[in-house]
């Protein structure tokens, strides 16, 4: 059984950060893409960042709309993703959802949301202006 524990959410002010984690259980981490994907009010769930890793190699993948601001890490041993986000904006105020792409092909990270077979319940983040 898989299963996705997000955490980390709150709320912050405009130019703050805050640090999400994703505890991944019943399944092999290593060689799994982890996304992170955001969904508010009224809006359609997003990619916001994805990463792979396994032992040829791995890459991270970013939206336009947070690259350079986020950054996507994850912890093997603990079988952990994580999403530091900077500079919060108050667009950036969402849902934020982990995610498990468990049949990944090395080097690529989706970005579509019918690539992911597992989420986590989610997360809040709210940022004031």
């Known amino acids: 059984q898989v299963q996705l524990v997000e955490s980390g959410g709150g709320l912050v002010q405009a130019g703050g950060s805050l640090r999400l984690s994703c505890a991944a259980s019943g399944l092999t981490f290593r060689g799994k893409t982890m996304g992170w994907f955001r969904q508010a009010p009224g809006k359609e769930r997003e990619f916001v960042a994805g990463i792979y890793w396994s032992w040829t190699g791995g890459t991270t993948r970013y939206a336009d709309s947070v690259n350079g601001r986020f950054t996507i890490s994850r912890d093997d041993a603990k079988t952990t993703a994580y999403l530091q986000m900077n500079s919060l904006k108050p667009e950036d105020t969402a849902v934020y959802y982990c995610?498990?792409?468990?049949?990944?092909?090395?080097?690529?990270?989706?970005?579509?949301?019918?690539?992911?077979?597992?989420w986590g319940q989610g997360t809040q983040v709210s940022v004031s202006s």
């Open positions: 995610a498990a792409d468990v049949d990944s092909n090395s080097g690529y990270v989706p970005s579509v949301r019918s690539a992911y077979d597992y």
